[in-house]
Every structure is written in structure tokens, then in C-alpha cells.
């Protein structure tokens, strides 16, 4: 057993994700509290050559369990034998389908307490104490390990919960996993890849979304939607009605089956607000809504809500946006 | 080829909830359903029963007495038969424990394809089709936008940053799905007196060689506090005005929180 806090840190082409730099500063403050270490369990392209930077991010260690492009669950069995090495006292995990495929995994394997998505955690003598929403919202637990349980607690953690640490410096100590075979979940493989000849945003690493839904009525309708989220500095995102109709890809789907989302500032746009696309967004931090029906059910929990035609508003407002930075 | 779905019995989204007094759900007094992402994994084996690349279709439940209700409504959208897992012992079971109880049962029913609805509507953690994978020692193939069987290997295919995968395992496999397998059909009369005369076996822990001990309480967690959300402070409007004034206004809103 350990005070360590561990990590799940998602590589693309040598590169940490967005979601690895946040959980790299949630694990150091975490350990530090505990006088242990944030280790991460790095994994995905370019793992190996990229690990030692999670150094600048808050890690003290990083282990690397595969570099490969390979489905992530592969990495299942090394990541089971690094952290049953460690005994961290949490195990913080992206709350993506990479990440709590993982920590699902780790929950089977090594008989761990599962927690999450969290609003909030904390390591109370020793013990990790995890606040989350449960029932579509409706209620917020605390929970805790029970006794005896073994050590990690595994913590699915929503993008932007923690903040990446800035102007860091300094390498992580980087080991590779103990060798093991790859087991069932190392039989997964990529027979296909197809992917879009265009980038999509990444919208759980974004701060500022602008999201439509059936009111914008077209692919063409979400043109001056684009262009709020540019003048904002965000990304576009859409209802499950949007992706359905074809407007946009699957890819900026927001809300139960898509998805979760925790940015500053959440824009909802002819969006109505079924309980379905509000788990996607609940935890945003300030929410606007802009929709010709007074009585959408997003008026119920949005913090501004504009009654009207947003295709008269929303390109009055990127007007109004652009002028007032340009000051 | 046989494929066995879990099906899940969660309180239905509108349901008033109510809370037992050591802080767990209580089942027993809200209005039921199937977890409605549960659906569309009973969907997808309905199709690949159709185009007769799958033999058997069994529905697998863990909950108390009456989710033998969810079971006879999934009965009733199409399969063969279903295996209702009920002990006082699994009260409050966590993720783990309910990993375990389901792996123990599905080694029990030996599918080819174990499928899962990608999350629950009430827990929302998405681990279970991991973890019984996990105690399970099989492949796991998760977030599939369509399952799809063949040649001795289960595909998927899944949403990746920008496009999609196809992403294969060899049988047999735990696999869960989204609700892009297609909508889920609604159970016909015809569907629903013949979901009657179906099986529908109900198991202990006994029957699956597990006990209390072995679950370890049913839980490695333990809720300490629950309780209401915050209150929110009311929700600001602005209607009745131009789209010049509400633009101006919706700005002056943004900069007073700095947002822009």
C-alpha cells in the first residue's frame, strides 16, 4: 500500500491528451496532501517517446504500458500488473469510453471499488472520499471505500474538472510495465480505420461550447453557429437530434450516448433540453439557452434563457462579441 | 451462435425516487423500466436473430423479484428466454459485485456474445461490461456503433476521434453497444402473449455458487451522505425584445462573468 495516486494518461503521435495533463495535476494534489507521488499509466502512439513531459504536467513517474496503435483495452494486463506493483491509494481515469474501459477492466481483474463520474474528490486519512451525481441528477452521493476493500480506488473523472498546471517543469521518471501477457483483452485489434478526411474538435477538452440542436433546422444552419463558437474561442457540439439528422458528425454529440461535457460556458441553441442531452452537460459551468419556445424544458435549468428566433439572435451576437474584444 | 443481453430494470426518468435509511435506492416504490440504452442491445441481437446470423437470443437479469417485469417486456420484443439472478444478498450491490454475479451467471448460459447496453440510465459509470469481461477472461468490444459476427470473430464498429473503426475479437466475446444499433421495436400484442409462454427461470446466488462472503457484502463501496442537489439560483429570461437588444444584452450577461 501506498499514498501514491496513479493515473491514466492517453497518448496520440507522442503527445499527452488534454485529459492526461488534467489528471496529471489532479493526482499531484491529491498525492501531495498524502506525501505520495502522481504516477501515470501511460498508454496509446507515442507513449514511450512522450511519458518523461508528464514530468512538467505534476507526474513524478510515469509507466508506460504500450505505445502502439492498438485498441486501448489492449493494455489492460500490463496496466493490471503495474498498479497491483504500486498499490496506489486512487487511480484516476478519464471518464471517456478508453478510460472507463480501463478502469473497468482494473475493477474485474484486481477486485477494486469503482467511483464516478465524480464531482469532486478528496483523500481523507487515507482513505479516498468521492461526491457524485447519481440518478440522471437528481440525487449527490459521497462514498467512500468500504473496509477491507483493496487499494486503488478507481475515480472516473469528467474532462475539466481538474486544471492542467502551467509553466511546469522537470521529467517524469519513466518505466515500462512489468512484461506480462496481453490476455483476453490483448486479442482486440483494429481491423478497419477509417477516418474523416476532416479534423473534428475534441469537444471534452473544450472551454467554451456552442451546441444546436433541432431548431437550427439544417447543416447550413449551423454555419452562424460556427461563428459564435470562433468569436467565443470554442467549439461547436450538437443534440442527438442534430447528429441523427446528418447536420453534423457523431463525433460532437452531447449527452448520454454521446458526449460528457464540463466547459465554462455551455450555449444551448434551439436545443429543447431533454433529460437525455442535459447529463451530457450538467456540469457546465454557466449555461445559456436561446430558443423560440418559452417553454423548453432548458429554461428550467439554464442560467440565461433567451426567448427567441435564434436565427436572428445568434449572428447579432457574434457581431456583438467580435466588437467588444476588438475594444 | 447464441447471444445473451443483460437487461437492467432502472426507475423510469420521470419517477418520483425514494431513498431507503441506509441511503440506498428503494426499487421497490418507483414506476419501472428497462434501462432504456438496454434496449438497444436487445435491438441489435433481435437483428442478428433476423438475419439468422445468431440461433438463440436470452435476456439475463440481476435485481429484485419484480425486474422479472423488465425481463417479460424484453420477452415480449422478441427472443427465447430469460434468467432473472434475485437474493436478498445483492441488495446495494456496486458495480464489482454486479460484474461478478452476471460473469458467474453468464458462465452458467456460455454465449457466444454476452451484450450489453453501453451505460445504465440510473448509474451512468459504464464499467459493468468491462469488469465481467474482466472475471470472465474473455475479449471485450465495447461502444459499438453495430455488431456484426462471422468466421468465429465478433466486430464492432466504433466511433473514433474523427471517423470510425471496425475493431474484432475472437468468440466468445462481452461486448455492449450505443443507440446507434438502431431504434429499439415495440412489442407487439402478438409479441406480448407469446412472451407469456416463454422461460423464464429465476436464480439464488446458491444456484450460481456464490454467496454473501464471496461478494464481499455486495459492495466494496459504501455511501456515506446523500442528498439533494444545490439549489440553483433562478433562471434568468430575457424575452419580448429585438434581436439586437437580446444580443446586447445575452453580451453584457457574458462579461459580467468574464467570459468574455
Redesign the interface.
Known amino acids: 500500500m501506498s499514498n501514491d495516486v496513479a493515473f491514466l494518461a492517453e497518448f ?1 503521435d507522442g503527445q499527452p491528451a488534454r485529459s492526461a495533463l488534467e489528471l496529471a495535476a489532479g493526482a499531484a494534489e491529491l498525492a501531495t496532501a498524502g506525501g505520495g507521488q502522481a504516477v501515470a499509466l501511460c498508454y496509446g502512439p507515442g507513449a514511450g517517446a512522450g511519458a518523461a513531459q508528464l514530468g512538467a504536467a505534476g507526474a513524478s513517474r510515469a509507466i508506460v504500458l504500450g505505445d502502439e496503435e492498438a ?1 486501448a ?1 489492449t493494455v ?1 494486463a500490463p496496466a493490471a500488473a503495474a498498479v497491483k506493483q504500486l498499490e496506489p491509494v486512487a487511480l484516476l481515469a478519464p471518464a471517456s ?1 478508453n478510460g ?10 484486481l ?7 465524480v464531482r469532486a474528490v478528496a483523500i481523507k486519512d487515507g482513505r479516498l ?1 468521492a461526491e457524485q ?14 473496509d ?3 487499494q486503488p480506488a478507481v475515480v ?1 473523472v469528467l474532462a475539466n474538472t481538474f486544471t492542467p498546471q502551467e509553466g511546469g517543469s522537470g521529467t517524469a521518471e519513466v518505466s515500462d510495465a512489468p512484461a506480462v501477457d496481453g ?3 490483448g ?10 478526411e ?3 474538435a ?1 469537444l471534452e477538452e473544450a472551454t ?1 461550447i456552442v451546441a444546436g440542436g433541432r431548431g437550427v433546422g439544417s447543416e447550413a444552419g449551423f454555419a452562424p453557429l460556427e461563428e459564435l463558437a470562433t468569436a ?1 474561442g470554442g467549439a461547436v457540439g450538437a443534440s ?1 437530434a442534430a447528429a441523427d439528422a446528418g447536420w453534423v ?3 460532437l454529440q452531447i449527452g ?2 454521446g458526449k460528457v461535457v464540463k466547459p ?2 455551455y450555449m444551448g441553441i434551439g436545443i429543447s433540453g431533454a ?1 437525455q442531452h442535459r ?1 451530457g452537460m450538467q456540469t457546465a459551468e ?1 449555461v ?1 439557452a436561446i430558443n423560440k419556445d ?1 417553454d423548453a424544458p432548458i ?11 435564434l436565427f ?2 445568434v449572428p ?2 457574434t ?3 467580435k466588437r ?2 476588438g475594444r | 451462435m447464441k447471444v445473451v443481453v443483460t437487461v437492467k430494470q432502472v426507475p423510469a426518468t420521470t419517477a418520483e425516487k425514494r431513498y431507503t435509511a441506509d441511503l440506498r435506492l428503494d426499487r421497490g416504490s418507483a414506476e419501472s423500466v428497462i434501462n432504456p440504452l438496454d434496449e438497444y442491445a436487445i435491438e441489435q441481437a433481435l437483428r442478428l436473430q433476423e438475419s439468422a446470423a445468431v440461433d438463440t437470443v436470452a435476456f439475463l437479469s440481476m435485481g429484485p423479484e419484480p425486474a422479472a417485469e423488465a425481463l417479460r417486456r424484453a420477452l415480449a420484443m422478441g427472443g427465447d428466454e430469460a434468467y432473472l439472478v434475485t437474493d436478498d444478498a445483492l441488495a446495494g450491490a456496486d458495480e464489482w459485485a454486479t460484474a461478478k454475479v452476471l460473469a458467474a451467471a453468464l458462465d452458467k448460459l456460455a454465449p457466444d456474445v454476452a451484450l450489453m447496453g453501453m451505460a445504465s440510465d440510473d448509474a451512468r459509470g459504464s464499467l459493468v461490461p468491462g469488469a465481467v469481461a474482466a472475471i470472465r477472461g474473455l475479449p471485450l468490444l465495447s461502444y459499438g456503433a453495430e455488431l456484426a459476427l462471422g468466421d468465429g470473430v465478433a466486430r464492432i464498429r466504433r466511433l473514433t476521434a474523427t471517423g470510425f473503426d471496425w475493431v474484432e475479437a475472437p468468440l466468445p466475446v462481452v461486448a455492449s453497444v450505443t443507440d446507434q444499433v438502431g431504434e429499439p421495436r415495440y412489442a407487439s400484442l402478438k409479441g406480448i402473449m407469446a412472451a407469456k409462454r416463454k422461460q423464464l427461470e429465476t436464480w439464488s446466488l446458491a444456484d450460481l455458487g456464490l454467496d454473501a462472503a464471496s461478494l464481499r457484502g455486495a459492495a466494496l463501496t459504501r455511501v456515506v451522505e446523500a442528498r439533494p442537489p444545490e439549489a440553483k439560483p433562478p433562471t434568468e429570461r430575457i424575452e419580448n425584445v429585438g434581436p439586437d437588444d437580446a444580443a446586447s444584452r445575452v453580451a453584457d450577461w457574458l462579461a459580467a462573468r468574464k467570459l468574455i
Do not use: C, M, W
Open positions: 496520440a485498441p483495452i489492460a469510453p472507463r474501459d480501463l478502469a473497468a477492466a482494473l475493477v474485474g481483474l477486485e477494486l471499488p469503482a467511483f464516478g463520474p472520499q451525481a447519481t440518478l440522471q441528477g437528481t440525487v449527490i452521493t459521497t462514498s467512500e471505500p468500504a477491507g476493500a483493496p472516473l490476455g483476453a483483452f486479442k482486440a485489434r483494429i481491423a478497419e480505420s477509417h477516418p474523416a476532416e479534423a473534428v475534441n467554451v467565443l442527438r458528425p457523431y463525433q448520454q450516448t465554462s460556458l433529460i447529463v454557466n445559456v418559452p429554461g428550467e435549468f439554464a442560467d440565461l434563457f433567451v426567448v427567441g428566433d436572428a439572435i447579432k451576437l457581431e456583438e462579441i467588444r474584444k
